[in-house]
């Protein structure tokens, strides 16, 4: 008997696959007690909502991950976690209030062509996004109020922030080129997709198009990544430290005059996108898009979780000022990195960006713990579409075809040349 067919040793040969379902397990376990922490604590009712449903969902995948059905337990999560509570929310007019300040938007652009409610009385009437964004809210415009229930899904400006999320989410995959990975799902039914997906969907775009532009500067895409960057940058300005992390990758792997060609795409597109806006209704941009969310406005932003730079801007004007000084120094330091040691690979440069992202997070002014989704997102998004073999999306390197061919031979002689 040799080696390689000698059997293991009593139950040796079910410690992997134990092992295996036991972390899976796991992970849908404490899914599914975040989830149950939304009934007990959350004071909005779509949240709760969602919470009940993902929880049941959970832990019907954690059930059937113990039986060995995994395909049985991603369907469980999916289902309890986004399709029923999204389309329940949906169809009942339920969610949190960014889905009607978004429709708003769409109707206003329809309407009049303007995107902002003048000298807005209340913190409901503010609109903390470019113009960009009132284009999810078209359907809901074009298709009015009705209450069939095909009006309500096609209407409702989260379907459409799930449609642009799953559609960059596709293209950056197919850039990226090899097999599926089996993990993209398990991203969807996570919370951190699934949460905001059903309540109210509006960073979903913005984590898309940033996914995709990544993976079109790894891929040597330049003017596709120029493309994504303009189209994030119009719908909130948090994307820019984005446009920074994809010329880094462009200059280091394909060179500056790629990431010219990048930025030669993202100033005009974003510039024609989000121009209108700024000539038709300048103070009031100015005033609901920058000074409201990082609380400058008349009004209070509601977001107000108790993060470093909120608790640092509640001490008085010092204390703003000081936040503003920390998060300018952290974006600095990302910056510094990015031309010390600029990424390389997609999971390099999905790392750096939740990075960047994560500081500006906790050092605003205002902000909320469900912005850090974006950052984590990101990270996972990287490292479940980048097969382990191609080097996490490094692409093509010179002397790739003699690595793989001496890993396929065993061999140390170098491949012919062709």
């Known amino acids: 008997m040799t080696p390689s067919t000698r059997p293991l040793p009593f139950g040796a040969a079910r410690l992997l696959p134990v092992s295996r379902t036991g972390r899976w397990t796991a992970g849908w376990l404490l899914a599914a007690a975040w989830a149950l922490s939304f009934p007990l604590f959350s004071p909005l009712g779509p949240h709760r909502l969602w919470g009940w449903c993902a929880a049941a969902g959970y832990l019907a995948a954690a059930g059937a991950t113990l039986l060995g059905r995994r395909r049985a337990a991603l ?92 559609a960059a989410l596709w293209a950056g995959r197919r850039m990226l080129g ?10 969807v039914a996570s919370p ?15 984590a898309g198009l940033c996914c995709l532009a990544l993976a079109a500067a790894v891929s040597g895409r330049p003017a596709v990544a120029g493309a994504a960057l303009a189209a994030a940058c119009a719908l909130k300005w948090t994307a820019l430290p984005a446009v920074a ?24 597109v974003t510039a024609v996108l989000v121009l209108p806006g700024v000539l038709l209704q300048p103070a009031e941009l100015w005033r609901q898009v920058f000074a409201f969310p990082t609380g400058r406005a008349d009004v209070p932003t509601p977001a107000s979780s108790p993060l470093p730079g909120h608790l640092l801007a509640g001490l008085g004007s010092w204390g703003w000022y000081l936040t503003v000084a920390l998060l300018a120094l952290g974006g600095l330091g990302v910056g510094v990195s990015l031309l010390v040691c600029p990424p390389r690979t997609v999971v390099a440069a999905a790392d ?29 998004w990287a490292r479940s579409t980048v ?7 490094a692409g093509p390197r010179p002397g790739a075809s003699r690595i793989v061919a001496r890993s396929a031979t065993g061999s140390h002689r170098p491949a012919p040349s062709r």
């Open 245 to 268: 992390v994809v010329l880094a990758v462009l200059g280091a792997c394909r060179g500056a005059r790629a990431a010219g060609r990048c930025a030669a795409v993202a100033a005009p």
């Open 352 to 380: 750096r960006l939740a990075l960047g992202l994560t500081l500006a997070f906790l050092l605003a002014p205002a902000g909320r713990f469900g912005y850090l989704a974006l950052p984590v997102l990101l990270v996972l």
């Open 75 to 166: 369907g469980a999560a999916l289902l309890g976690a986004v399709a029923v509570p999204l389309l329940y929310l949906v169809l009942t007019g339920q969610g949190q209030s960014e889905v009607g300040v978004i429709e708003r938007s769409g109707r206003l652009l329809l309407e009049s062509g303007r995107l902002y409610v003048d000298q807005p009385a209340g913190v409901e009437e503010y609109t903390p996004y470019l113009p960009g964004m009132a284009l999810l809210g078209l359907p809901r415009a074009l298709l009015g109020g009705g209450d069939g229930w095909a009006v309500q899904l096609l209407g409702d400006a989260r379907i459409w922030c799930a449609a642009a999320l799953f």
């Open 192 to 206: 951190v997709v699934a949460l905001p997906l059903a309540v109210s969907g509006v960073d979903l775009p913005l």
């Open 387 to 393: 097969p382990a073999r191609a080097g996490l999306g």
């Open 178 to 187: 090899g097999p599926p990975s089996p993990l993209l799902p398990v991203l």
